[in-house]
Protein backbone atom coordinates (compact mmCIF):
# COMPACT_ATOMS: atom_id res chain seq x y z
CA UNK A 1 0.00 0.00 0.00
CA UNK A 2 1.73 3.46 -0.56
CA UNK A 3 1.41 6.13 1.47
CA UNK A 4 -1.87 7.67 1.67
CA UNK A 5 -2.48 10.63 5.07
CA UNK A 6 -6.02 11.00 6.48
CA UNK A 7 -8.62 13.75 5.77
CA UNK A 8 -7.43 16.39 8.41
CA UNK A 9 -3.68 15.49 8.15
CA UNK A 10 -1.37 18.04 7.08
CA UNK A 11 0.74 16.80 3.98
CA UNK A 12 3.67 18.05 5.11
CA UNK A 13 3.89 16.15 8.89
CA UNK A 14 4.51 12.67 9.28
CA UNK A 15 4.75 10.33 12.35
CA UNK A 16 7.32 7.84 12.76
CA UNK A 17 7.17 5.30 15.76
CA UNK A 18 9.99 5.74 18.44
CA UNK A 19 10.37 2.00 17.64
CA UNK A 20 11.23 3.04 14.28
CA UNK A 21 14.25 4.70 15.77
CA UNK A 22 15.07 2.37 18.48
CA UNK A 23 15.43 -0.51 15.86
CA UNK A 24 17.09 0.88 13.09
CA UNK A 25 19.42 4.35 14.74
CA UNK A 26 21.56 1.99 16.31
CA UNK A 27 22.61 -0.53 13.63
CA UNK A 28 21.85 0.42 10.26
CA UNK A 29 23.90 2.17 7.87
CA UNK A 30 23.29 6.11 8.15
CA UNK A 31 22.86 6.53 4.47
CA UNK A 32 20.14 4.01 4.30
CA UNK A 33 18.20 5.83 6.78
CA UNK A 34 19.12 8.92 4.95
CA UNK A 35 17.91 7.60 1.71
CA UNK A 36 14.74 6.22 3.19
CA UNK A 37 13.24 9.65 4.54
CA UNK A 38 14.32 11.53 1.56
CA UNK A 39 12.42 9.10 -0.96
CA UNK A 40 9.47 8.59 2.02
CA UNK A 41 9.66 12.68 1.62
CA UNK A 42 9.51 12.14 -2.03
CA UNK A 43 6.77 10.10 -2.06
CA UNK A 44 4.26 11.87 0.37
CA UNK A 45 4.73 14.89 -1.94
CA UNK A 46 3.57 12.48 -4.89
CA UNK A 47 7.28 13.04 -6.87
CA UNK A 48 9.49 10.91 -8.20
CA UNK A 49 13.36 11.31 -8.49
CA UNK A 50 16.10 8.52 -10.38
CA UNK A 51 18.35 7.29 -8.30
CA UNK A 52 21.14 9.36 -10.14
CA UNK A 53 19.20 12.68 -8.85
CA UNK A 54 18.66 10.92 -5.28
CA UNK A 55 22.39 10.26 -4.84
CA UNK A 56 23.38 13.61 -5.75
CA UNK A 57 21.21 15.63 -3.72
CA UNK A 58 22.49 13.40 -0.81
CA UNK A 59 26.09 13.55 -1.74
CA UNK A 60 26.09 9.70 -1.44
CA UNK A 61 26.75 7.10 -4.37
CA UNK A 62 24.50 6.20 -6.68
CA UNK A 63 24.94 2.03 -5.83
CA UNK A 64 24.32 3.21 -1.99
CA UNK A 65 20.90 4.56 -3.30
CA UNK A 66 20.54 0.82 -5.29
CA UNK A 67 21.33 -1.22 -2.27
CA UNK A 68 19.28 0.78 0.23
CA UNK A 69 16.40 0.05 -1.81
CA UNK A 70 16.85 -3.65 -1.89
CA UNK A 71 17.61 -3.01 2.24
CA UNK A 72 14.25 -1.58 2.80
CA UNK A 73 12.74 -3.99 0.56
CA UNK A 74 13.79 -6.98 2.97
CA UNK A 75 13.27 -5.07 5.85
CA UNK A 76 9.37 -4.85 4.38
CA UNK A 77 9.16 -0.88 4.22
CA UNK A 78 8.88 -0.68 0.82
CA UNK A 79 7.84 -2.52 -2.39
CA UNK A 80 10.09 -2.52 -5.70
CA UNK A 81 7.73 -2.69 -8.53
CA UNK A 82 8.63 -4.79 -11.79
CA UNK A 83 8.71 -1.65 -13.53
CA UNK A 84 11.67 -0.23 -10.83
CA UNK A 85 8.99 1.89 -9.22
CA UNK A 86 9.14 2.39 -5.47
CA UNK A 87 5.69 2.26 -2.96
CA UNK A 88 6.41 2.96 0.41
CA UNK A 89 4.47 0.97 3.23
CA UNK A 90 3.18 3.45 5.64
CA UNK A 91 5.45 3.60 8.42
CA UNK A 92 2.47 4.57 11.03
CA UNK A 93 1.17 0.93 10.69
CA UNK A 94 3.67 -0.89 10.73
CA UNK A 95 5.54 -2.55 14.25
CA UNK A 96 8.98 -1.75 14.81
CA UNK A 97 8.99 -3.69 17.76
CA UNK A 98 12.77 -5.56 18.40
CA UNK A 99 10.14 -9.02 18.36
CA UNK A 100 9.69 -8.02 14.37
CA UNK A 101 11.82 -9.99 12.51
CA UNK A 102 11.89 -10.00 8.59
CA UNK A 103 12.02 -13.79 8.92
CA UNK A 104 8.63 -13.81 10.11
CA UNK A 105 6.95 -12.27 6.98
CA UNK A 106 8.85 -14.79 4.36
CA UNK A 107 6.41 -16.24 2.30
CA UNK A 108 7.80 -19.76 2.30
CA UNK A 109 8.06 -20.16 6.42
CA UNK A 110 6.19 -23.11 6.42
CA UNK A 111 9.78 -24.80 4.50
CA UNK A 112 12.38 -25.52 7.17
CA UNK A 113 16.08 -25.50 6.76
CA UNK A 114 16.62 -29.00 7.46
CA UNK A 115 13.31 -30.32 4.39
CA UNK A 116 15.39 -28.20 1.97
CA UNK A 117 19.11 -29.83 2.37
CA UNK A 118 17.58 -33.21 3.60
CA UNK A 119 16.10 -33.28 -0.14
CA UNK A 120 19.24 -31.58 -1.81
CA UNK A 121 21.21 -34.62 -0.38
CA UNK A 122 18.61 -37.34 -1.38
CA UNK A 123 16.94 -36.04 -4.25
CA UNK A 124 19.41 -35.99 -7.17
CA UNK A 125 16.38 -34.46 -9.46
CA UNK A 126 16.28 -30.97 -6.81
CA UNK A 127 20.06 -30.90 -6.66
CA UNK A 128 20.08 -30.69 -10.63
CA UNK A 129 18.02 -28.14 -10.29
CA UNK A 130 19.91 -25.65 -8.09
CA UNK A 131 22.58 -26.39 -10.45
CA UNK A 132 20.49 -25.35 -13.90
CA UNK A 133 19.30 -22.50 -11.50
CA UNK A 134 23.09 -21.25 -10.52
CA UNK A 135 24.55 -21.75 -14.05
CA UNK A 136 22.07 -19.26 -15.07
CA UNK A 137 21.90 -16.91 -12.35
CA UNK A 138 25.72 -16.30 -12.52
CA UNK A 139 26.47 -16.85 -8.78
CA UNK A 140 25.86 -19.26 -5.94
CA UNK A 141 22.34 -19.55 -4.28
CA UNK A 142 22.28 -18.47 -0.82
CA UNK A 143 20.45 -20.49 1.90
CA UNK A 144 17.52 -18.30 1.56
CA UNK A 145 18.05 -18.38 -2.28
CA UNK A 146 17.60 -22.28 -2.28
CA UNK A 147 14.71 -22.14 0.62
CA UNK A 148 12.94 -19.92 -2.07
CA UNK A 149 13.79 -22.61 -4.70
CA UNK A 150 12.35 -24.93 -3.04
CA UNK A 151 9.09 -23.67 -1.82
CA UNK A 152 8.41 -22.56 -5.71
CA UNK A 153 9.36 -26.02 -7.27
CA UNK A 154 8.62 -28.84 -4.64
CA UNK A 155 5.96 -26.68 -2.23
CA UNK A 156 3.94 -24.85 -4.34
CA UNK A 157 4.68 -27.04 -7.94
CA UNK A 158 5.60 -24.90 -10.31
CA UNK A 159 7.49 -26.09 -13.16
CA UNK A 160 11.13 -25.58 -13.52
CA UNK A 161 10.59 -24.03 -16.96
CA UNK A 162 8.41 -21.13 -15.89
CA UNK A 163 11.09 -20.43 -13.15
CA UNK A 164 13.95 -20.27 -15.84
CA UNK A 165 11.69 -18.16 -17.77
CA UNK A 166 10.57 -15.76 -15.35
CA UNK A 167 14.78 -15.79 -13.80
CA UNK A 168 15.49 -15.15 -17.90
CA UNK A 169 13.12 -11.78 -17.81
CA UNK A 170 14.23 -10.61 -14.42
CA UNK A 171 17.86 -11.03 -15.37
CA UNK A 172 17.54 -9.38 -18.24
CA UNK A 173 15.90 -5.94 -17.19
CA UNK A 174 18.47 -6.54 -14.17
CA UNK A 175 16.34 -7.51 -11.95
CA UNK A 176 18.70 -10.21 -9.93
CA UNK A 177 17.17 -10.14 -6.03
CA UNK A 178 15.93 -13.75 -5.85
CA UNK A 179 13.33 -12.65 -3.61
CA UNK A 180 11.91 -10.26 -6.53
CA UNK A 181 12.04 -13.12 -8.69
CA UNK A 182 10.22 -15.57 -6.46
CA UNK A 183 7.47 -13.51 -5.75
CA UNK A 184 6.94 -12.77 -9.94
CA UNK A 185 6.76 -16.16 -10.74
CA UNK A 186 4.79 -17.32 -7.56
CA UNK A 187 2.14 -14.28 -8.65
CA UNK A 188 2.07 -15.11 -12.32
CA UNK A 189 1.59 -18.77 -11.66
CA UNK A 190 -1.67 -17.51 -9.47
CA UNK A 191 -2.67 -15.19 -11.82
CA UNK A 192 -3.04 -18.38 -14.31
CA UNK A 193 0.00 -18.60 -16.31
CA UNK A 194 0.56 -21.98 -15.92
CA UNK A 195 2.03 -22.66 -19.34
CA UNK A 196 5.60 -21.77 -21.05
CA UNK A 197 3.57 -19.85 -24.27
CA UNK A 198 1.01 -17.69 -21.67
CA UNK A 199 4.04 -16.64 -19.28
CA UNK A 200 6.31 -15.55 -22.42
CA UNK A 201 3.11 -13.92 -23.89
CA UNK A 202 2.90 -12.09 -21.24
CA UNK A 203 6.56 -10.66 -20.53
CA UNK A 204 6.46 -10.09 -24.56
CA UNK A 205 3.16 -7.57 -23.71
CA UNK A 206 5.15 -6.28 -20.71
CA UNK A 207 7.99 -5.35 -22.68
CA UNK A 208 5.75 -3.94 -25.35
CA UNK A 209 3.59 -1.99 -23.28
CA UNK A 210 6.86 -0.72 -21.41
CA UNK A 211 8.19 0.51 -24.80
CA UNK A 212 5.28 2.15 -26.01
CA UNK A 213 4.67 3.89 -22.76
CA UNK A 214 8.22 5.25 -23.09
CA UNK A 215 7.14 6.59 -26.88
CA UNK A 216 3.98 8.39 -25.51
CA UNK A 217 5.97 10.06 -22.78
CA UNK A 218 8.42 11.41 -25.25
CA UNK A 219 5.38 12.31 -27.42
CA UNK A 220 3.68 14.58 -24.64
CA UNK A 221 7.00 15.77 -23.62
CA UNK A 222 7.46 14.63 -20.23
CA UNK A 223 10.64 14.49 -19.17
CA UNK A 224 13.06 14.36 -16.15
CA UNK A 225 10.52 12.57 -13.91
CA UNK A 226 8.75 9.05 -14.33
CA UNK A 227 4.99 8.33 -15.26
CA UNK A 228 3.10 7.88 -12.45
CA UNK A 229 0.51 4.70 -12.18
CA UNK A 230 -2.53 6.46 -13.48
CA UNK A 231 -0.35 8.05 -16.70
CA UNK A 232 0.58 4.68 -17.40
CA UNK A 233 -2.96 3.22 -17.03
CA UNK A 234 -4.42 5.47 -19.39
CA UNK A 235 -1.25 4.59 -22.47
CA UNK A 236 -1.70 0.60 -21.71
CA UNK A 237 -5.77 1.85 -22.41
CA UNK A 238 -4.71 3.59 -25.39
CA UNK A 239 -2.61 0.75 -27.24
CA UNK A 240 -5.11 -2.10 -25.81
CA UNK A 241 -7.98 0.45 -28.26
CA UNK A 242 -5.16 0.16 -30.97
CA UNK A 243 -4.58 3.67 -30.64
CA UNK A 244 -1.54 4.64 -32.75
CA UNK A 245 1.30 7.08 -31.64
CA UNK A 246 -0.03 9.74 -34.52
CA UNK A 247 -3.61 9.84 -32.85
CA UNK A 248 -2.21 10.05 -29.25
CA UNK A 249 0.10 12.68 -31.01
CA UNK A 250 -2.97 14.60 -32.36
CA UNK A 251 -4.76 14.01 -29.19
CA UNK A 252 -2.11 15.43 -27.36
CA UNK A 253 -2.00 18.90 -29.69
CA UNK A 254 -5.83 18.90 -29.08
CA UNK A 255 -5.19 19.18 -25.54
CA UNK A 256 -2.57 21.94 -25.23
CA UNK A 257 -4.39 24.00 -28.51
CA UNK A 258 -8.09 23.67 -25.82
CA UNK A 259 -6.80 23.36 -22.44
CA UNK A 260 -3.37 25.00 -22.56
CA UNK A 261 -1.39 22.02 -20.84
CA UNK A 262 -1.29 18.40 -20.62
CA UNK A 263 -3.97 16.32 -19.45
CA UNK A 264 -4.38 12.69 -19.88
CA UNK A 265 -8.35 12.52 -18.70
CA UNK A 266 -8.72 15.36 -21.39
CA UNK A 267 -6.45 13.43 -23.96
CA UNK A 268 -8.57 10.31 -23.02
CA UNK A 269 -11.95 11.64 -23.73
CA UNK A 270 -10.56 12.96 -26.90
CA UNK A 271 -8.52 9.30 -28.05
CA UNK A 272 -12.10 7.03 -27.14
CA UNK A 273 -14.57 9.55 -29.06
CA UNK A 274 -15.29 7.46 -31.60
CA UNK A 275 -16.50 10.44 -33.47
CA UNK A 276 -13.55 12.38 -33.15
CA UNK A 277 -11.05 9.80 -33.65
CA UNK A 278 -12.34 7.40 -36.46
CA UNK A 279 -13.94 10.98 -38.85
CA UNK A 280 -16.25 8.88 -41.46
CA UNK A 281 -15.07 10.28 -45.14
CA UNK A 282 -17.97 12.02 -46.92
CA UNK A 283 -19.28 10.80 -49.72
CA UNK A 284 -19.26 12.58 -52.72
CA UNK A 285 -22.97 11.15 -53.76
CA UNK A 286 -25.74 13.01 -50.85
CA UNK A 287 -27.40 9.97 -49.31
CA UNK A 288 -31.12 10.14 -49.46
CA UNK A 289 -33.94 8.40 -50.97
CA UNK A 290 -32.33 7.60 -53.96
CA UNK A 291 -30.09 5.19 -52.50
CA UNK A 292 -32.51 2.24 -53.21
CA UNK A 293 -32.90 3.42 -57.04
CA UNK A 294 -31.92 0.76 -59.31
CA UNK A 295 -31.65 1.19 -63.21
CA UNK A 296 -31.05 -1.36 -65.83
CA UNK A 297 -27.63 -0.58 -67.95
CA UNK A 298 -27.50 -1.29 -71.62
CA UNK A 299 -25.81 -4.12 -72.72
CA UNK A 300 -22.82 -2.57 -74.10
CA UNK A 301 -20.91 -5.17 -75.41
CA UNK A 302 -23.75 -6.39 -77.24
CA UNK A 303 -24.20 -2.64 -78.99
CA UNK A 304 -20.34 -2.66 -79.69
CA UNK A 305 -20.54 -6.13 -81.64
CA UNK A 306 -24.13 -5.18 -83.72
CA UNK A 307 -22.14 -2.39 -84.51
CA UNK A 308 -18.98 -3.70 -85.75
CA UNK A 309 -21.01 -6.24 -88.09
CA UNK A 310 -23.01 -3.74 -89.53
CA UNK A 311 -19.66 -1.58 -90.61
CA UNK A 312 -18.19 -5.25 -91.98
CA UNK A 313 -21.07 -5.50 -94.39
CA UNK A 314 -20.86 -2.36 -95.95
Known amino acids: MAVKL ?18 YLPTVNGDYLRIYLFGLKLCLENQSMPDAEIASALGVLKADVKNAWHFWENEGLINISED ?21 NKPYDAVMFSDVFATIREDEDFKGIVQI ?39 KHR ?39 K ?20 IKKWKNAQKTEEDINQAYE ?42 DMPDFKKITDELIRKQLEE
Not at 181 to 186: M, Q
Not at 215 to 232: C, F, H, M, N, Y
Request: glycine share 4%.
Open 133 to 171: VEASYSQLLTQDDVMMLYDVIKVKGIPLELFMITLSHCM
Open 254 to 295: KTIISIGKLSFPYMDKILMNEKGNNLQKKSSVKMGSLNNFHQ
Open 175 to 213: KKNMKYIYKVVTENYKDGLTTPEALEQHFTNMEESAKFI
Open 6 to 23: SKGRKKSLLKLPISFFDR
Open 84 to 104: GSLEFENPEELNFSETRKKEQ
Open 215 to 234: KVAKLVKITGRDLSETEKDY
